[in-house]
């Protein structure tokens, strides 16, 4: 059974980093072809992807945030870190970590989502 | 940067058919997935490669792609299918969202 379950902060301070981390079972990030994605929903607005991390350690980042993201994972304990420096409340909303999964070339599955975490930025 | 522009709102009566459509430049050329959310739910992929429905999907969720458009239509609409639901590509290495269409069944 996959199972994708964020955790972090509630509550960030504005032009601080926080720290989101995804654990996740019931799949491998060894596997070829297997990812896991940070997506956000800021309250009232729509779905943005942010990052990728895939197994063979490539990253892609959203254009509009690649200066302020980094993504990266940890095999062994099955998790999968993002970071985002200088927060300001814009960036309030859900975040969810999403198991990505490429059915072929250029053709990536968002197939299994986490709850979601809401982060709030403010002083 | 890549868009997809999708109506804000749909409304549709129990047992009609609604349809929801997704708009980008040769989005036809492109795989394009939909996604459900309810509130206070976690999006569930509906549709993906445009046109195939994950297990446990029901089968009156469908999707076809040409040109610059892509629909997603729900035939015999029931009650619980009232959500938002966002069309998602890749355009290269960057994951793009729609900005959602509200489907209400009234």
């Known amino acids: 059974q996959v199972t994708l379950r964020e955790s972090g902060p509630a509550l960030v301070k504005p032009t601080h980093t926080v720290t989101l981390t995804c654990a996740f079972a019931?799949?491998?990030?060894?596997?070829?072809?297997?990812?896991v994605s940070w997506i956000r929903q800021p309250p009232g607005k729509a779905l943005e992807w942010l990052a990728r991390i895939d197994w063979d350690d490539d990253k892609k980042y959203s254009p509009f945030l690649r200066a302020r993201l980094a993504i990266s994972k940890d095999t062994s304990k099955m998790e999968v870190a993002l970071t985002m420096t200088n927060v300001n409340p814009v960036d309030t909303g859900t975040y969810y970590c999403?198991?990505?999964?490429?059915?072929?070339?250029?053709?990536?599955?968002?197939?299994?989502w986490g709850q979601g975490i809401l982060v709030t930025v403010s002083s | 940067s890549y868009e997809l522009t999708q109506p804000p709102s749909v409304s549709v009566s129990p047992g009609q058919t609604a349809s929801i459509t997704c708009s980008g430049h040769?989005?036809?050329?492109?795989?394009v997935c939909w996604f459900q959310h309810r509130p206070g739910q976690s999006p569930v992929l509906v549709i993906y490669q445009d046109d195939r429905r994950p297990s446990g999907i029901p089968e009156r969720f469908s999707g076809s792609s040409s040109g610059d458009t892509a629909t997603l239509t729900i035939s015999g609409t029931q009650a619980l299918d009232e959500a938002d639901y966002y069309c998602q590509t890749w355009d290269s290495t960057t994951g793009v969202f729609g900005g959602g269409t509200k489907l209400t069944v009234l």
């Open positions: 040769n989005l036809g050329d492109k795989y």
């Open positions: 019931g799949f491998s990030l060894t596997t070829e072809g297997m990812s």
């Open positions: 999403v198991r990505t999964h490429r059915k072929s070339l250029g053709n990536w599955l968002f197939d299994y």
